[in-house]
């Protein structure tokens, strides 16, 4: 193996810069060339590559988002189009990639390996929604933004004896919901897999309300409620004053922890010696504090750990401070 491809897909996430450190360091230290290639899948049909020094990667390790860019091409799923990102690597006589993203880059990463490009892929992402690994780079340093985000929110309600709808991000995964509320002891939390209704909320909070319980935070997944109409509600229903507040893409941003920039660098590490083992279609993963490859294919139809059982008893908890 002489040259190898690195590239960044879908959302940004931070620890992703410290992943292709890993995949540039490993890799020149074996003697292979690494090109970067700019804004993910497009770059790649583009032939957008440019080789990667060594010395770049001590600038890089401690910036948030991805230095080579990152974007979402749902086109690729076309094999005319892969066809011509195969043409571009063969043209530059890249061998090789490692594919940084979310499951969103999986299956282009399956089929260009199909198409005798050998790819490895890396679970970059902040919803934690990658059932073959416990963590993806990119969750803990969007956790810890969404903690700091919600004690500063409580700080102020506190004083003004309001309640807070706090609208947390991570598509159809509630991971950064469920760690937060248990981070933050958010009094009611509605992750995506375990949703409360409207009522349910407002009458959690008006029990608060009876009790005259001083601060109450409200953390819900993105795409359940309209954030400010559920104040609205929850203001009528028990009396409190209660804002608003939609973190948005602050948690996609930021300097990454030393848990995300661990992660990124080992499993870097780890699947440039899968590449050079001559293996590809397959997704490095974090299990019980081991690195784990397993093929692309395998981890589409693995089950997403339950959490139900951690968030009714976060939830028992919570209730028993009303009586
Ligand atoms: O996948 C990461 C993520 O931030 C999700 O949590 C969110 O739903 C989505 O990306 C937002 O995407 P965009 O930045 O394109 O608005």
Known sequence: LKKI????SGGDAPGMNNAIAGVVKSAHAKGIEVF???DGYKGLINGWFTKLDSDFTLDIISKGGTVLGSARLPEFKEE???QKAVDQ????GIEALVVIGGDGSYMGAQRLTEMGINCVGLPGTIDNDIVSSDYTIGFDTALNTVIESVDKIRDTMTSHNRAAVVEVMGNRCGDLVTYAAIGTQAEVFSPSESKLTEEEICIQVKKL???NHRSVII???EKQFDAKALAKKIQEVSGYDTRATILGHTQRGGRPTGMD???AFTAAMFAVDKLIAGEGGLYIGIENNQLVARDIESTLNMPKPDRTQIINKIRILNSKQIK
Request: aromatic residues 4%.
């Open 261 to 263: 920039r661990y992660l």
């Open 89 to 92: 690597l063969q043209k530059h």
């Open 219 to 221: 953390l819900i997944s």
């Open 5 to 8: 491809g690195v590239l960044t």
């Open 80 to 82: 005319s189009v892969r």
């Open 36 to 38: 970067g290639i700019k």
């Open 209 to 211: 309300a009876d009790i």
